[in-house]
């Protein structure tokens, strides 16, 4: 989104927020008034609009950011940067726009000082970026990017904030802000900010806890409005130690009023971020969806939520967005503080959040970061597009998720939040970097300070359980099952807006991999070798997945590593998988309440046939097993003609899933005959004369044990091949697409399998995920289902132990036939 090409057109500015903007600009001028009944006039005038309180905060964000609005030029870019701001869903894009046309502009010193240097440093040197953020504007609106134009508007007085009207801006603003109305102007003390900050500053006597250098003089160079609170940037005296030459010449505080008379003044970041110089300045780990980090990164395999956790231990951890009020990204990033996942959970459909809920042991995630706290395991922790905190766009790269590091969860606690006007209990965790990490890829200058104080705990006389000082207010008990929860020892309850202690908010002591702690980022091809599906590419850092059977490829700098998977035999795979002993015997196993029948097995001319009627006459299943010796050879043959591309096993994407960015179906596969519009597409299908002599043979067998079994020929027109390798398979589905026969048989070669039978929840609300029937489906045999209704009525899942390739056959008849619609068209 940019601002529309007309912007200068007055006419159009009626419905915007801008008319208000020149309207009190009108009114200035006319009145010769001063500049503070300027600022009084744009906000009440913003006020007004749709939208427009939200603008208003931007502009006095701006005014303050950027005092001297007496340039044609400078003003066309604030509009801009109000529009992007004012249409709310590219702050961090605004931003950016601001700082690219600041760096544009011969006269960059007119950054605001509190600019970060690296910004400074971006903005000059960033035209990659601003290209990125150019491309973005043309995609999303289809126009091309606004170009600053020179337009004749009638000469502006020039506005100048000067700390005087700080007061007055500083009340405005905390009318504005919803979050620090609270009934009554936020605790700003009716007098100069700046003087009152600095006397605080200077006697180290009446200095609240977390402000150091005391004892030096301080001199407040600048005040500004953010979203946290007044910016207070203190200039340091030439003789003060390192940290001040280090960072160059100032130091940056944020105040707050905390309560009538009393600011807390702590360190702002004064670290710098920027991409690592490495790797074309790419992240040393990183991918473009869910699923490529999923299938390289052992420490994260969920697919869904932000805890991946095994074994009742948190292993990952995605900061993302729907953040918690008191998440926080500190030292740089190497002390995070967020809400452990829950929260807000999503609907079924992933599209929709449900109410916030309360965090607590009944939350196996919450619970599984407990253990890690206390056995003081790591984690690693990863961040995606989403995460508001992270200082660098991960999306200008075209990232959507990148690997931070190793953390040490060294506190938690809980606390009650109020979200969307609910309270909950919310369990938060405090992360630190594993220093032997090195030092984070993100951050490109660190301060040189004296590290920090550790924090105080205290037990609670009440229940005992020991509490970390976290408020700057006062110590309270975290424990949420204790009767003086979020209480002080005294029983009083902490009032108005909850500041952190700043002691809390520095790093613990250095922290430590414990002995034999697995650190592997990511899995190498070769390591864990049935699993990897995806690949990581040290050139670039990013992972892809891999789709093709006879390598693995990096996406974005095209890398290639062929993949030699080595023939294997079904009697070695069955010997080193551990069937469990019910099923290695019985072969079946019915639900205790399920409606499925199995009825006396059959013998015929190939082995046995198991047999199952479904109920209401709905078909059956039957399972044919024979020998295994003749699949042999059909299973060597797909192995062999995979390996020489003759067969083009490959993963292709899903048609629906609920992971962001693209992903492929878990499996390889590859369709010969008629077109099937199954899940994952149909792919390059191939026709029966020229398909590899693997799947003629898997057909032949399937097509005569049918008619062993059954006692009738079945025209198959289609096989879709597929092969699992070591953990992957294919989840709940029915074969439902319109005109498939109504039966389906599917060969087994290589390792044993479970396959599944449950009811769609549309036929079973009362059994709904219900598994009714599992079946071991071993090397040779052959599963039938057999059935009109069969498929809309039954979902099946095939989960395989190891390396195994299947054989489905179908007929797919004239209504979805691609061969019979082509040859219809061309009659027609
Ligand atoms: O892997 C199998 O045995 C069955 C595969 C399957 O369910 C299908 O192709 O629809």
């Known amino acids: 989104m940019h601002p529309p090409k007309h912007l200068y057109d007055r006419e159009i500015l009626n419905d915007e927020p801008f008319a208000s903007l020149f309207y009190a600009r009108a009114l200035t001028t006319l009145s010769r008034t001063q500049e503070k009944d300027f600022t009084e006039n744009v906000v009440a005038q913003l006020k007004r609009?749709?939208?427009?309180?939200a603008a208003a905060k931007c502009w006095l964000e701006m005014a303050f950011a950027w005092r001297n609005?007496?340039?044609?030029?400078?003003l066309k870019i604030f509009v801009e940067f109000l529009w992007l701001l004012y249409k709310e869903e590219w702050s961090g894009a605004a931003h950016k726009y601001l700082e690219s046309q600041l760096g544009s502009r011969p006269d960059i010193d007119t950054i605001p000082s509190h600019c970060s240097q690296q910004t400074k440093k971006t903005a000059k040197s960033s035209t990659r970026d601003r290209s990125i953020w150019d491309n973005r504007s043309t995609q999303e609106t289809g126009e091309p990017p606004l170009k600053v134009q020179r337009r004749s508007h009638p000469r502006l007085p020039p506005l100048r904030i000067s700390k005087t009207s700080l007061r007055t801006v500083a009340r405005m603003s905390s009318d504005i802000s919803g979050e620090r109305q609270n009934g009554a102007p936020a605790d700003v003390p009716h007098q100069n900010l700046a003087q009152r900050v600095a006397t605080?500053?200077?006697?180290?006597?009446?200095?609240?806890?977390?402000?150091?250098?005391?004892?030096?003089?301080l001199r407040v160079v600048e005040t500004s409005l953010g979203d946290e609170g007044e910016n207070m940037v203190l200039d340091l005296p030439e003789d003060c130690p390192p940290i001040a030459q280090a960072s160059k010449e100032f130091v940056s505080w944020v105040a707050r009023p905390v309560q009538p008379g009393i600011l807390s003044a702590t360190r702002i970041n004064s670290y710098t971020y920027g991409w690592p110089d490495e790797r074309g300045g790419f992240p040393p780990v990183w991918s473009t969806s869910r699923q490529e980090i999923c299938e390289t990164v052992p420490h994260f395999r969920r697919y869904q939520g932000?805890?991946?956790?095994?074994?009742?231990?948190?292993k990952g951890y995605l900061l993302s967005g729907f953040g918690a009020a008191r998440d926080r990204f500190e030292e740089g990033g190497k002390l995070i503080i967020?809400?452990?996942?829950?929260?807000?959970?999503?609907?079924?459909?992933?599209?929709?959040?449900l109410d916030a809920v309360n965090q607590g042991h009944g939350d196996q995630s919450v619970c599984a970061l407990l253990q890690n706290f206390e056995q003081g395991r790591p984690i690693l922790l990863l961040v995606d597009d989403n995460y508001e905190h992270f200082p660098l766009k991960l999306w200008s790269k075209g990232i959507y998720i990148a690997v931070l590091g190793f953390y040490s969860i060294v506190d938690v606690w809980a606390e009650i939040q109020n979200v969307d006007g609910v309270d909950v209990t919310r369990i938060l965790f405090v992360f630190q970097w594993i220093h032997e990490q090195g030092e984070p890829w993100w951050i490109t200058q660190q301060p040189i300070e004296d590290s920090g104080q550790p924090t105080i705990h205290f037990k609670c006389n009440t229940c005992a359980a020991v509490s970390p000082h976290v408020y700057f207010q006062a110590w309270v008990c975290t424990n949420p099952n204790c009767v003086v929860f979020g209480k002080t020892p005294g029983g009083g309850k902490l009032h108005g807006p909850l500041e952190y202690k700043p002691e809390f908010l520095r790093l613990r002591p250095e922290r430590k991999f414990p002995n034999g702690f697995d650190t592997t980022l990511v899995l190498q091809p070769g390591e864990d070798a049935g699993y990897v599906c995806g690949f990581h590419c040290e050139d670039c850092g990013r992972i892809s997945s891999r789709f093709e059977w006879g390598k693995y490829q990096c996406a974005t700098c095209e890398f290639t590593l062929p993949v030699d998977h080595e023939v294997q035999l079904a009697s070695s795979l069955r010997a080193r998988v551990s069937v469990p002993g019910d099923l290695a015997s019985q072969i079946y196993k019915l639900d205790a309440n399920s409606r499925i029948c199995a009825l006396p097995p059959k013998k015929c001319s190939k082995g046995v046939c198991l047999s199952f009627s479904l109920p209401e006459n709905c078909g059956f299943i039957h399972l044919i097993r024979g020998s295994g010796v003749e699949a042999d050879g059909i299973f060597r043959l797909y192995q062999e003609q995979a390996r020489s591309g003759q067969l083009t096993f490959r993963r292709w994407p899903m048609k629906r899933h609920m992971?962001?960015?693209?992903?492929?179906?878990?499996?390889?596969?590859?369709?010969?005959?008629?077109?099937?519009?199954?899940v994952a597409g149909s792919g390059e299908t191939v026709p029966f004369h020229e398909a590899a002599t693997a799947v003629i043979h898997a057909r032949e067998f399937i097509r005569d044990r049918v008619k062993s079994a059954l006692?009738?020929?079945?025209?198959?027109?289609?096989?879709?091949s597929v092969a699992y390798l070591k953990s992957q398979s294919m989840g709940f589905h029915g074969d439902d697409e319109k005109g498939l026969g109504p039966v389906i048989a599917a060969l087994s070669l290589g390792a044993p399998a479970l396959m599944y039978f449950r009811e769609t929840s549309k036929h079973s609300s009362s059994h709904k995920h219900r598994k009714e029937l599992t079946l071991l489906l071993e090397h040779g045999s052959v599963l039938v289902m057999e059935g009109e209704c069969f498929q809309k009525r039954y979902q099946h899942t095939v989960i395989p132990f190891d390396f195994r390739i299947a054989a489905t056959a179908r007929f797919i008849g004239p209504e979805n036939s691609q061969v019979y619609k082509r040859a219809t068209k061309a009659r027609m």
Not at 308 to 313: E, L
């Open 49 to 53: 609009v749709e939208g427009g309180r």
């Open 69 to 74: 609005m007496d340039h044609d030029c400078n």
């Open 200 to 217: 605080v500053a200077e006697s180290s006597r009446r200095l609240p806890p977390g402000l150091r250098f005391s004892k030096m003089k």
């Open 306 to 314: 932000g805890v991946y956790y095994k074994d009742a231990v948190a």
């Open 338 to 353: 967020s809400h452990g996942g829950g929260g807000k959970p999503q609907d079924r459909t992933g599209k929709e959040r």
């Open 659 to 678: 992971t962001k960015g693209q992903q492929l179906s878990n499996y390889f596969s590859q369709n010969t005959g008629e077109e099937y519009q199954y």
């Open 711 to 720: 006692g009738k020929e079945v025209p198959f027109n289609e096989v879709l």
